[in-house]
């Protein structure tokens, strides 16, 4: 199955090519849009498709430039261009980006399918070349590359002589200087221990390394990627360093046999630095060395007294739900936690003091995880809420345990802020606040959040992932999806009206992901609020 996402400012082309092809049946996803190249970037950048359909007329960032940011960050992606102009200067500026294909408006449905059966050829033979073993066997066996890998050793492990290593790097071929530095590490294993596809893995990789924006890398031992960044800001440095982190695991991890533990070192501002940054991220490495999960750790981010805190919130890996909308739920996400919880219940007015007691017991052992975890003990904190009384009070009507739920989750909240000092929870917060705030607006993206909590979007896309458990994107559309829920229970709106209001640019594409998400159309969704 080849992912596919597509790109045009006419409302109506994305319609056709969301509707108008059998995806599944023809061995394709369908697995997102956007109108503008500006927008697309970022929903890209997180979803990581196979193959990108855009269109090359578009406002803001028209879909060549799109297409040369694609293929220098994530340069195994397929583009095929549309267009209405059967001009030979487009049709040569495609060709030099390394387009696949060029179809001309107005194009059949058959006409696409075709285009992108020969792209899913390709791919499959890209991935076939790239996989052979011994690709990778024989460049290492290459003298140029030998010689390469025992410099680029060498430097990171401080014993090159650093009076000469601009002139041994500008004979290799590589240009090292800059303002900044920073040290990455890619272990890549297997989780079955099957040594052929850690090996296919790191094939994979060698053959993607040299399109690494602002990075030279080599393999330190059979599985261990090693990569040097540079860059004129830390901002900058910042940026390449996740944004490469995250395409190394998306490419390690296309078998999903292996997972991939990336370590990020401290910034340094000389060569001769790089060895501090390059133990830096070894010490990551062997402090997670039990770690069978696919993880990007920075030093920059566990530094400081905020670790003890930061990590009791990050052990509460108990599976129970509540506890992980307990970690990261803003204040403005009570009422939905209360209205979930009331929602069973009403399912079972017959037992309303039976389901309300199980829900508000569930509830309080949550809190109880919680604040045990962060260095605080229930019983001297809120003693009232683990008497029997407590809940058979709050049991006798739905307006008392309405009220009784929103004072506890309230306390789990302000005490969970009031012990969170750390970077990822200021970052996670203030982010969930501005979606809370912001959802509505159509150019709220990655790149609009991540501003607003001051990071790059690739290191923001990094902590919110591995932070919440789901993209940005899913996040995003859940809360636009549970506002446009909301909408359809409390006021008669109109579909359209409820797409435009939760953020959604197209009512149709809003029907397609509600569908998706919760198995029924809108207007089934509303039937069944009505019966």
């Known amino acids: 199955m080849y992912s596919v996402f597509a790109v045009d400012d006419e409302p109506i082309v994305l319609e056709g090519i969301r509707s108008r092809i059998d995806w599944e049946g023809s061995g394709f996803s369908f697995a997102g849009e956007a109108t503008d190249g500006e927008i697309a970037l970022s929903m890209i ?258 530094s400081g007294d905020e670790k003890d805190t930061k990590n009791a919130l990050l052990d509460l890996k108990e599976g129970d739900p509540l506890v992980n909308k307990l970690k990261y739920a803003a204040k403005g996400d009570i009422q939905s936690i209360i209205e979930e919880s009331m929602g069973l219940i009403r399912k079972n007015p017959d037992q309303f003091s039976v389901f309300a007691s199980y829900l508000l017991v569930d509830l309080i052992f949550a809190v109880s995880k919680l604040v045990e975890k962060l260095g605080g003990n229930i019983k001297e904190l809120n003693p009232e809420i683990l008497q029997r009384k407590f809940i058979d009070d709050a049991v006798s009507d739905e307006a008392r345990f309405t009220k009784t739920l929103e004072q506890v989750l309230a306390f789990a909240l302000e005490y969970r802020d009031s012990k969170m000092t750390g970077k990822y929870a200021d970052v996670i917060l203030k982010a969930k606040r501005y979606i809370e705030e912001n959802y509505a607006d159509q150019n709220t993206t990655l790149t609009t959040v991540a501003e607003a909590v001051a990071l790059s979007p690739n290191h923001f896309s990094t902590i919110f992932s591995q932070e919440c458990k789901t993209t940005f994107i899913e996040y995003l559309t859940n809360v636009r999806l549970e506002n446009a829920k909301r909408l359809m229970r409390e006021t008669d709106m109109k579909g359209y009206d409820i797409a435009y209001e939760c953020g959604f640019s197209d009512p149709h594409y809003f029907s397609y992901i509600f569908k998706k998400n919760t198995g029924l159309s809108p207007r089934e969704y509303k039937l069944s609020l009505e019966n």
Request: net charge negative; proline share 2%; glycine share 2%.
């Open 45 to 302: 950048h997180e979803i990581k498709p196979d193959i990108l359909i855009t269109d090359i007329k578009m406002p803001f960032m028209d879909g060549l430039q799109l297409a040369e940011a694609i293929k220098r960050t994530q340069p195994w992606i397929k583009i095929i261009i549309l267009s209405g102009h059967d001009e030979f200067d487009y049709a040569k500026k495609a060709i030099s980006i390394g387009i696949e294909d060029y179809i001309l408006k107005p194009f059949t449905p058959d006409e696409l399918v075709s285009s992108l059966n020969k792209i899913a050829v390709q791919i499959d033979k890209e991935r076939k070349q790239l996989s052979d073993i011994s690709r990778l066997r024989e460049e290492l066996k290459s003298n140029e590359a030998l010689i390469k890998k025992e410099f680029l050793n060498n430097l990171v492990h401080g014993s090159e002589e650093m009076n000469t290593v601009i002139k041994k790097s500008s004979d290799l071929g590589l240009n090292l200087i800059s303002r900044y530095y920073k040290v990455l590490i890619s272990r890549i294993e297997s989780r079955t221990n099957n040594t052929q596809t850690q090996q296919e893995a790191c094939s994979l990789l060698n053959s993607y390394s040299s399109a690494i924006n602002e990075a030279v890398s080599f393999f330190h031992h059979s599985n261990l990627l090693v990569c040097i960044f540079k860059g004129s800001t830390q901002e900058e440095l910042d940026d390449n360093t996740f944004r490469a982190a995250e395409t190394i695991s998306h490419i390690a991890t296309k078998n999903s046999d292996c997972t991939v533990l990336t370590a990020i070192g401290k910034t340094v501002e000389h060569l001769s630095q790089l060895n501090t940054s390059y133990e830096d991220a070894k010490k990551i490495l062997e402090a997670n060395s039990a770690d069978s999960s696919s993880r990007i750790i920075s030093s920059d981010d566990l």
